[in-house]
């Protein structure tokens, strides 16, 4: 795996209705009110190429898209956003906060289309060149509520969205034992917690990392993940 830069990277993982971007959105404001440069950003998508990717494999109206050719489209989505944005922000020392990451394709194509961890793992590990989150925060969501929460309001599901709750149920285990293996690098909260409660213990999380890595401000970390093992 490749180097990844002084930065630090953080992946807000869960089903759909979890609520990462309320904690992404909190997170961020948390760290630059203490001076610190915070990238929000976002998969599918994050960059012009990306947005388009995501509109074809999100809208509905594109006819059948078969898994294979699904889990290339995240996959290509992310490739352009892992050389275009995640990787000069780190190099730049920056805080990267994605909605979303490979854990996504992992959960969502390999468990939830069938195509396989193995498959869907190391095609977007070559997509990256390897670039991995120094922390993982999984938001965990029981299927039905994350639908309740996310229809809220009337709004429109989207292609993966409104596949059933038995799909939604096998991403929910997938991201699961995907947290179980390694966790020292990730965070598991139940998304039913208060929002402020979750965000307290993601910041603590966060700190406790920040001061293992020495980050007192933007550019001031040394090498972080620089070990050439992409792995903090
Ligand atoms: P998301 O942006 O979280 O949805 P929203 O805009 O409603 O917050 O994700 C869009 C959908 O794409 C979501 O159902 C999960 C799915 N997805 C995959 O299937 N594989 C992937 O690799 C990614 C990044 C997302």
Redesign the pocket.
């Known amino acids: 795996m490749s180097k990844q830069g002084p930065g630090l990277f953080i992946a807000f993982e869960g089903g759909?209705g979890a609520g990462?971007?309320t904690q992404a959105a909190r997170l961020a404001e948390a760290l630059e009110s203490r001076g610190l440069t915070v990238l929000r950003t976002?998969?599918?998508g994050g960059t012009p190429i990306g947005e388009k990717l995501r509109s074809l494999v999100?809208d509905h109206g594109h006819g059948h898209i078969d898994a294979h050719t699904e889990a290339l489209i995240?996959a290509a989505s992310?490739a352009a956003h892992a050389a275009q944005v995640i990787r000069p922000a780190l190099e730049r020392g920056e805080i990267v906060l994605t909605?979303?990451y490979i854990d996504?394709?992992v959960a969502?194509?390999g468990a939830?289309r069938d195509l396989g961890e193995d498959a869907v793992r190391s095609l977007n590990e070559w997509a990256t060149s390897g670039l991995q989150p120094h922390l993982t925060v999984l938001l965990d969501v029981d299927p039905a509520m994350g639908r309740q929460r996310?229809t809220a309001g009337n709004a429109a599901e989207?292609r993966?969205?409104s596949e059933a709750d038995e799909f939604h149920g096998r991403i929910r285990k997938a991201f699961l034992e995907l947290a179980g293996r390694r966790s020292d690098s990730y965070l598991v909260l139940p998304a039913h917690l208060p929002i402020g409660e979750l965000a307290a213990t993601i910041l603590a999380r966060v700190d406790a990392l920040l001061a293992a890595l020495a980050v007192d401000s933007v550019g001031a970390v040394p090498s972080a993940a620089a070990d050439g093992g992409g792995n903090p």
């Open positions: 759909d990462k971007s976002r998969e599918p999100l995240f992310r909605d979303r996504s394709s969502y194509q939830g996310r989207d993966l969205e």
